[in-house]
């Protein structure tokens, strides 16, 4: 989905959700999280799903700064 135009401008899926590889003739790569988890064949489904859940660090930096306006 990085450089390539999907069909819907926003992603927003309760998983498991199922896609399907459009291409002609070459594989792809998938990439979760910026790692190569494998390739897909052209035509080949791929489903994603919950994983384990990832541990985030919030400093109080980036915490939103509470407005009442």
Known sequence: MAQFRPERSRWVLDPPVTLTVVRDDADVS????????????????????????????????????????
Do not use: I
């Not at 791929?46 to 980036?62: H, N, Q, R």
């Open 30 to 69: 998938l990439l979760v999280d910026g790692r190569d988890n494998g390739s897909a064949d052209a035509h080949q489904s791929v489903t994603l799903d919950w994983g384990d859940p990832l541990p985030v660090a919030v400093v109080p930096s980036s915490s939103p700064v509470a407005t009442f306006e």
